[in-house]
Structure formats: structure tokens, C-alpha cells
């Protein structure tokens, strides 16, 4: 049995679309048309699709195979074999207020919990900064399953369990750290800690997390090895960065370091514990030597903050923040990684 590990957004625990069973048809699709915003069960989850026949597909409960998924769910294991698939023009809104319009597959599973993932596999939902999804239109009612390797890339920002940040009394690791204590930040001095969180991914699979050795970046620098997760951004300081961004100084994330000597990703199967660090804005902390940004305000953060805590940060979660920094589009990342290799220079120049 082939098994793919995937993510896909969660929308919720939603009314059953498949009514009838016996036949590839979901009866009841038009159901689930409408909006659903970050401040519902939008989030990101990790599932493995478990393909028994290796035809590629994860087939819906009705064709008789033997394929299924597990996953997790506030704290809860589940296998199931999808009870229905379905084709949905979809509007994908973006916190900046980009409106990005596209076909999507909705995996739906007998106790109602419902995913979105690609449809064709064009990577149309990596890397967004997720306000809400709508579901427009119903194209397809008839679809028997989905492919099992599709999978959507846009993960939370946080440090791995023993990152040591610089705060007013002195280094400390990032899990000794509470609401309340004063960080030091690039821009703006020692800020207070607005909130702290962690997340234990068991098997992490495509997020498992990214080290950068000491010395990758420039001469001792990170100071020791860096380890945080693979969206996690770092800060690059450059000539080069001048002349591609007009800025000496941007945002990278750590998965786009991956070319570079000494930065590699750690073994997807050994668990991990992410922390998060809030402040009352986008914020640049010191870890290992190296700035690295804090949490965004943005629905990653909604996600990984609880609905009680949250409440008491709504003033946090109001308009997006300004980014510390400029966070150039993937392909540019990728190439301002190819011209410092290229030209053999520091991506972090003292």
C-alpha cells in the first residue's frame, strides 16, 4: 500500500453532501457553497492517504476499493475512506485583499469533516496568506476520489524547541519563554510578549523542520545551528538583495535556504515542537545570532491561537500589520539564493 502524506485546509465538520449511497453522486453538494474565514475552523491539517490499489487515486467509499486516510483533529485520531468528492469553483481571498479565483476538490468524510485541496495539482493554494475561502459554484457532483500526492504548502511561523532568543535577561531558550517578558527586536528595542504557543507535529513530514548550520549564512552566522520551521523567515542583509529589491534587507523563508551548504531539512518522521512568539506587531527576534521573524497577525496566527485566547487578543487581530520587512515572491527568493551561491557571498553581510 502506498501512503502520501498531504495537507489540506480544514473547513470543518460540516452537513454530509453524499445522502445516497450506492452511486458516485453527492446529491447534496450545493450544501457547502458559501464563505468560510479564518475565524471558523479554517486551518491547514496534515492527512496520509493510503493507497491500497497504487492506481495514484484515493477512491470514494462507494467504488469498493480499499483505500482510506488518517489524520488528526484537536487532539482526536481519525481513519476513514472519503464519503464524497467534489469539484468547486472556488474565490480565495488573501489577507492583503487578493481575490484569487480557481478550482478546487472538497474531500468530504462520513462524520461530516470537510477539506479543500488542489484540484489539478498546479500548487494554487501554496503559500497564501488565507483570509477566507467561498465556495461559488458546483462543477462537478460526480467525482469518485482525488489524487493522493496533491497537497497544500502554507505553514505557520514558529521556532523549534530549544532555539535560544535574546530577551532582556540575557539568552534563553525559546520554550522558557512567557507572556509578559521583554524581547530584544531589531526595530524596536525589548517588546513585551503578547503570547506564547506550541505545537507537537508527531510526524511532520513536508514541515519537518529546517537546520541551518553555523556558519551557513556568513562568517558565524547563525552562531550555532539554527532549527525552525519551513516557512519560518529569515533575514537576509546584501548587496545583492540591494540591487534585485532596491532593500539591503528582506525576508527568506527557510525552505528556500535548502540549496545552500550546511542548510538541510531534519527527518520528516521524528516528532517535533514548534513555538510561537506574538507581539503587537510583525517583529524581529535574534535567535543563534540571526533575525527571524515573529508571528504575523494574519489567519496562521488566528489558527494557532485558541478561541478563548484569542478574545482576549482582539485588539492583535484587527487589520493586518505592515511586514517587518520586504518578503519578496517565491521564484525571487529562489533566485537571490542562485546569486549569492553563484557569486560565493554571505546572504547575511556583518
Known amino acids: 500500500m502506498n501512503v502520501n502524506t498531504v495537507n489540506m485546509i480544514y473547513l470543518g465538520r460540516l452537513p454530509l453532501v453524499d445522502t445516497v449511497e450506492g452511486n458516485t453522486r453527492s446529491e447534496d453538494a450545493s450544501k457547502l457553497l458559501g464563505t468560510y474565514q479564518d475565524s471558523s ?6 492527512l496520509k492517504n493510503h493507497d491500497a490499489n497504487h492506481d495514484g487515486v484515493i477512491s470514494d467509499d462507494e467504488m469498493g476499493h480499499s483505500d482510506y486516510v488518517t489524520y488528526r483533529l484537536d487532539g482526536t485520531d481519525y481513519a476513514a475512506r472519503p464519503d464524497s468528492s467534489v469539484m468547486y469553483e472556488a474565490s480565495v481571498t488573501e489577507e492583503d485583499g487578493t481575490v484569487t479565483k480557481l478550482s478546487v476538490a472538497v474531500i468530504q468524510f462520513p462524520n461530516g469533516d470537510t477539506f479543500v485541496t488542489d484540484l489539478h495539482g498546479a500548487n494554487d493554494l501554496d503559500d497564501k496568506k488565507i483570509d477566507s475561502i467561498e465556495l ?10 482525488y489524487y493522493d500526492h496533491h497537497s497544500v504548502e502554507n505553514t505557520v511561523v514558529c521556532f523549534a524547541s530549544g532555539t535560544p532568543i535574546r530577551t532582556a535577561k540575557g539568552i534563553c531558550r525559546v520554550e522558557e519563554l512567557f507572556p509578559g517578558d521583554m524581547i530584544q527586536t531589531a526595530d524596536h528595542g525589548l517588546r513585551a510578549l503578547l503570547w506564547v504557543g506550541a505545537s507537537t507535529l508527531e510526524s511532520p513530514g513536508r514541515h519537518a523542520p529546517i537546520r541551518i548550520a553555523r556558519g551557513a549564512l556568513g562568517p558565524g552566522l547563525p552562531d550555532r545551528d539554527l532549527v525552525v520551521s519551513p516557512q519560518h523567515r529569515v533575514l537576509v542583509r546584501s548587496r545583492i538583495a540591494q540591487r534585485m529589491f532596491d532593500t539591503e534587507e528582506v525576508l527568506i523563508a527557510a525552505k528556500r535556504l535548502l540549496p545552500l551548504d550546511g542548510v538541510t531539512q531534519e527527518d520528516p518522521n521524528v516528532p517535533v515542537t514548534y513555538h510561537h512568539l506574538l507581539f503587537d506587531g510583525h517583529e524581529l527576534v535574534e535567535a543563534c545570532g540571526l533575525w527571524a521573524e515573529s508571528l504575523y497577525n494574519g ?3 488566528r489558527r494557532v491561537v485558541p478561541a478563548a485566547q484569542r478574545a482576549e487578543l482582539a485588539a492583535v487581530f484587527g487589520p493586518a500589520w505592515p511586514h517587518v520587512r520586504t518578503i519578496p515572491a517565491n521564484a525571487r527568493q529562489r533566485r537571490l539564493v542562485e546569486r549569492h551561491t553563484q557569486n ?4 547575511v553581510a556583518v
Open 41 to 46: 475552523d479554517l486551518r491547514l491539517t496534515e
Open 136 to 145: 461559488t459554484k458546483v462543477v462537478n457532483a460526480n467525482y469518485s476520489g
Open 299 to 301: 489567519p496562521a496566527a
Open 344 to 347: 560565493d557571498k554571505p546572504l
